[in-house]
């Protein structure tokens, strides 16, 4: 079964730091991570899809990286801002049954101080 | 374009009623599924469908039904509740499996 990690589990960063999530699988045969972002009592945003033949993708200030051989991803965040404040999850996708699991950590908590 | 709505957003139950939440989306999505959100455990699959009718268990399926007769609707059936079934439950849809989830604004049940 596929076990996902991230950590740290919650991270406190002042205005402006570029910071790094990660997250780690044990299972490298994956078709697909995801890093969402949950606002509290809310639902999940998708925020990038990297597929397994992909190293990296990126969006504005975002940018995350997969190396599947050793099992991790990393979420990039440039010039952090209090609005980034938010829990975000990795999940990971797999081929199982009549289509894709997806398994996900449990996810960081990030706050930003303005 | 509503996107993926669940119903209802919070419910009561007492331990061994029957319920049904309520999941629709309106993108013309293939991939329907189910999870689970609790403290400290992350989100779980609970059932999924590639198609209508087709549906596949995911990590933790006991305890809960699901059927897939359109392609727009996904219900999840509790068929008799138990405490542990205290949850916040989350629909999402994709295209297809590979891709980007959307997810639902999720339904708070507690079973009493």
């Known amino acids: 079964k596929q076990e996902v990690t991230q950590i740290p589990a919650a991270l406190s960063v002042p205005e402006g730091e570029n910071l790094v999530l990660n997250c780690s699988f044990t299972d490298s045969a994956i078709y697909n991570l995801q890093w969402f972002r949950q606002d509290p009592g809310k639902g999940l945003t998708s925020l990038l899809l990297i597929q397994s033949s992909q190293r990296e993708q990126t969006s504005g200030r975002l940018n995350a990286s997969l190396d599947k051989s050793s099992g991790r991803s990393t979420l990039y965040i440039a010039a952090s801002q209090p609005g980034d404040s938010a829990t975000y999850l990795c999940a990971v996708g797999v081929i199982s049954g009549t289509g894709n699991q997806f398994y996900f950590g449990t996810g960081t908590s990030l706050t930003v101080i303005p | 374009n509503a996107g993926v709505t669940q119903t209802p957003k919070f419910q009561v139950l007492k331990t061994g009623q029957s319920m049904t939440l309520q999941c629709a989306q309106d993108m013309n999505h293939e991939y329907m599924s189910w999870y689970r959100q609790d403290p400290g455990m992350g989100l779980r699959l609970i059932h999924y469908?590639?198609?209508?009718?087709?549906?596949d268990q995911g990590e933790v399926p006991n305890g809960y039904n699901v059927s897939r007769s359109t392609t727009e609707d996904f219900p999840l059936r509790l068929l008799s509740a138990a405490p542990s079934q205290t949850s916040v439950y989350f629909c999402?849809?994709?295209?297809?499996?590979?891709?980007?989830?959307?997810f639902g604004a999720g339904s708070r049940l507690t079973v009493l």
């Open positions: 999402a849809s994709s295209r297809s499996g590979a891709n980007v989830l959307t």
């Open positions: 469908s590639v198609g209508a009718g087709i549906t």
